[in-house]
């Protein structure tokens, strides 16, 4: 007598097909997830790399801000009257630093707000150039200045420049009792009218402050090519 074959257990093409389709299911949101989590991690990293390289190039400019140095201009020997150069405008600053980021000291070195290309606005930049470039003592405030190797550094965001010191050399060198005899904050400050470098210089906004720099090397000791 034959007997019935055990009947195989084993799945259905339904089976089969609903496990796929819930396997495919779950990859998919895998994927999707760890593609999320990749793109932050690029996004958190890529803003990280951008503040440290800011950071490096804003302690650069502050180096060279405190590297600065009562130079006088050449045609001070001709005038018999020591005019440092230096330019402290509203929106810009000119100087000359012994501490240059590219060139050999001194230099000369300028902060200043500069439109860029490709629909970026306005961003503060620092340039600088060769101690024989053409200074722009007495330049209005908005004029171009000879291009040299340039850092870009943070947007514009209304930022103005402020300079402590003296108004003129007979006030620093006058008594503490009058007015005139006593440093203060300004919003120009030029080697021709002053005679002398700041004392110190900041650049801020209506926020706060973007950078405060103390200048230690001012005295009255002008300095010439031949002493660098």
Do not use: C, K
């Amino acid at each position: 007598m034959n007997r019935p074959r055990p009947r195989q257990q084993g799945f259905t093409l339904i089976e089969l097909l609903v496990a796929l389709t819930i396997s495919g299911m779950l990859l998919a949101l895998v994927s999707q997830a760890f593609y999320l989590i990749t793109r932050q991690w690029e996004t958190r990293f890529s803003a990280q790399e951008a503040a440290l390289d800011l950071a490096a190039r804003e302690f650069l400019v502050n180096r060279a801000l405190e590297g600065t140095v009562p130079f006088i201009a050449p045609e001070s020997a001709a005038n018999r009257q020591s005019i440092p150069l230096v330019n402290g405008l509203e929106r810009s600053f000119e100087w000359v630093t012994a501490s240059p980021v590219w060139h050999q000291p001194p230099a000369l070195a300028v902060l200043a707000v500069a439109e860029q290309e490709g629909g970026d606005g306005a961003r503060w930049v620092y340039r600088e150039r060769p101690i024989g470039s053409a200074f722009g003592m007495g330049r209005t405030e908005g004029s171009q200045a000879t291009e040299g190797q340039s850092l870009i550094l943070w947007p514009d965001n209304g930022e103005r420049f402020q300079y402590f010191g003296y108004p003129s050399l007979n006030a620093r060198l006058g008594g503490t009792g009058s007015a005139l005899g006593r440093a203060e904050w300004s919003e120009r400050y030029t080697g021709r009218e002053t005679g002398q470098i700041p004392m110190a210089v900041r650049l801020s906004n209506e926020d706060g402050g973007v950078l405060s720099v103390d200048i230690p090397t001012n005295s009255l000791g002008y300095l010439q090519g031949s002493e660098f």
